[in-house]
T-cell receptor, first 113, second 112 residues
Framework: QQQVKQSPQSLIVQKGGISIINCAYE??????FPWYQQFPGKGPALLIA?????SEKKEGRFTISFNKSAKQFSLHIMDSQPGDSATYFC????????????FGKGTKLTVNP | DTGVSQDPRHKITKRGQNVTFRCDPISEHNRLYWYRQTLGQGPEFLTY????????KSRLLSDRFSAERPKGSFSTLEIQRTEQGDSAMYLCASQLQDYGYTFGSGTRLTVV
């Protein structure tokens, strides 16, 4: 049973375009939703995160939109650059216990110059 | 270096051999996690420590796997009698409670 579903599996955008990656979760007890960026041969790096009491969070070119009633959240990358080409993972965490992260399967983003 | 350090970066072993990986977390982080990542998948939780205590283990962690964190500092993950299905990237992460994780670059294990 996959608790966090991520789509699309891969995404190709042109430089300057907007990249949008979507995630849906099942467990309403999740209370922290981070996005991670992973380059080949590296571990995931925290990009941006949101808590369910906020509907949107923006950091530079990266924005998370959060829809609590639909149990969905998405990552928007504005003005996408070739250096953004990486695999992106959404995740969810249940705070107060082990705080383990449940990851989506990832989206491989390619930004063409 | 203030990041999470993992050693070795790559390990090739023959089926049936034992392997041990090491993780050095960020020094002030009290929580340490091990995750496993297979090709094309997101990381999956294996186990976690709060200081030196191992507080949770996933069902993915069979009896052949053991993890330790003596004195609440570095951690080791040992796999005994390796199988081809153990081939994966093993990621360590550390966390200061209530803050985000920092992952290491991982140890890539190949069992031949």
């Amino acid at each position: 049973q996959q608790q966090v579903k991520q789509s699309p599996q891969s995404l190709i955008v042109q430089k300057g375009g907007i990249s949008i990656i979507n995630c849906a979760y099942e467990n309403t007890a999740f209370d922290y939703f981070p996005w991670y960026q992973q380059f080949p041969g590296k571990g995931p790096a925290l990009l941006i995160a949101i808590r369910p009491d906020v509907s949107e969070k923006k950091e530079g070119r990266f924005t998370i939109s959060f829809n609590k009633s639909a149990k969905q959240f998405s990552l928007h990358i504005m003005d996408s650059q070739p250096g953004d080409s990486a695999t992106y993972f959404c995740a969810a965490l249940l705070q107060g216990g082990s705080e383990k992260l449940v990851f989506g399967k990832g989206t491989k983003l390619t930004v063409n110059p | 270096d203030t990041g999470v350090s993992q050693d070795p970066r790559h390990k090739i072993t023959k089926r049936g051999q034992n392997v041990t990986f090491r993780c050095d977390p960020i020094s002030e982080h009290n929580r340490l996690y091990w995750y496993r990542q297979t090709l094309g998948q997101g990381p999956e939780f294996l186990t976690y420590f709060q200081n030196e205590a191992q507080l949770e283990k996933s069902r993915l962690l069979s009896d052949r796997f053991s993890a330790e964190r003596p004195k609440g500092s570095f951690s080791t993950l040992e796999i005994q009698r390796t199988e081809q299905g153990d081939s994966a990237m093993y990621l360590c992460a550390s966390q200061l409670q209530d803050y985000g994780y920092t992952f290491g670059s991982g140890t890539r294990l190949t069992v031949v």
